[in-house]
């Protein structure tokens, strides 16, 4: 696992990348936008998966460091995209509960937003369930004001948490991210599976949320999100997360 000095040596390094997975309409296979997503190229021991170093980060601080990085990189990749025509396209970030804390932290957004002229409508904040758990004050004021600036929030891992339900009706969203071990189960003669995901897609559609399912693997499993009428997808069978040129590839094809 990272270390904290290491952590702070990488950033000054300027060590860490983004990488983009697509986020696809299922109905027409067409990339809707990209799901940003942090890796650290480092010197000794290659691409760094931020399973390994998030946790540090959020714990020592310097996710407010890295997360500022992430989402200038993103933005100034996202420009490029609309420049070369790819209108429409969303971006989704990550973002911790620590750089909510941040007071300036909507300031320092837009301010982002402005320097890479990116509208903030298409910009999507991905919370994990566990941040709406935290059930802090500051998050809700923050969440609002972000509403407020017309940036959309998503919640991320939807029903892995304990109380995703009463999160729904305690935060304004925009996306309902549909968690993984859901999807696995389509597909495979799992109905349970079936009814749940059917069941939080009705639910994320009646409370006017769009609904993206995540880690798409197979075919079979996508049939199934589109005859239950999931909007969105994003997964491997796709694409898997990668470099920004690929991404660019990726839109160049028209996925
Ligand atoms: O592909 P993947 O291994 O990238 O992502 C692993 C985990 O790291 C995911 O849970 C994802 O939400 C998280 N993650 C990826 N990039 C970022 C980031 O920029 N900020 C934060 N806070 N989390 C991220
Ligand atoms: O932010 P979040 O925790 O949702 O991050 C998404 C994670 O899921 C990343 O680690 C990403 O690489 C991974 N992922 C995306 N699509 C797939 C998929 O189809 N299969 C698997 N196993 N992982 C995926
Ligand atoms: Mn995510
Ligand atoms: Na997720």
Not at 160 to 184: E, H, I, M
Not at 196 to 221: C, K, N, P, Y
Not at 238 to 248: C, E, I
Request: glycine share 8%; hydrophobic share 45%; charged share 25%.
């Amino acid at each position: 696992l990272a270390q904290r000095s290491d952590l702070e040596r990488g950033l000054a390094a300027d060590e860490f990348l983004v990488h983009y997975q697509p986020i696809v309409s299922i109905e027409t296979g067409r990339i809707a936008g990209c799901e940003a997503l942090v890796r650290w190229e480092h010197p000794e021991r290659g691409l760094v998966s931020p399973y390994e170093f998030i946790p540090l980060a959020e714990e020592t601080g310097l996710i407010v460091a890295l997360g500022r990085l992430v989402f200038d990189k993103a933005c100034a990749q996202m420009h490029a995209w609309l420049e070369a025509g790819y209108c429409g396209l969303r971006l989704s970030v990550n973002v911790s509960a620590r750089e909510l804390h941040e007071k300036h932290y909507l300031e320092d957004v837009r301010t982002a937003l402005r320097k890479h002229s990116i509208p903030p409508t298409i910009l999507v904040l991905e919370l994990t369930e566990s941040i709406f758990a935290l059930n802090d004050p500051t998050i809700s004021s923050q969440l609002s004001a972000l509403r407020e600036a017309g940036i959309k929030i998503a919640m991320d891992d939807f029903g892995t948490g304990y109380s995703s339900l009463s999160y729904l009706q305690k935060f304004q969203l925009d996306v309902l991210k549909v968690d993984k071990s859901f999807v696995d189960g389509l597909g495979v003669d799992d109905l349970d599976a079936g009814a749940l995901v059917s069941a939080i897609i009705t639910l994320g559609h009646s409370l006017r949320l769009e609904v993206v399912a995540e880690g798409i693997e197979r075919v079979d499993q996508r049939d199934e999100l589109a005859a239950m009428g999931c909007g969105l997808g994003q997964g491997y069978l796709y694409s898997r997360p990668v470099t920004a040129d690929r991404m660019s590839d990726l839109l160049a094809a028209g996925l």
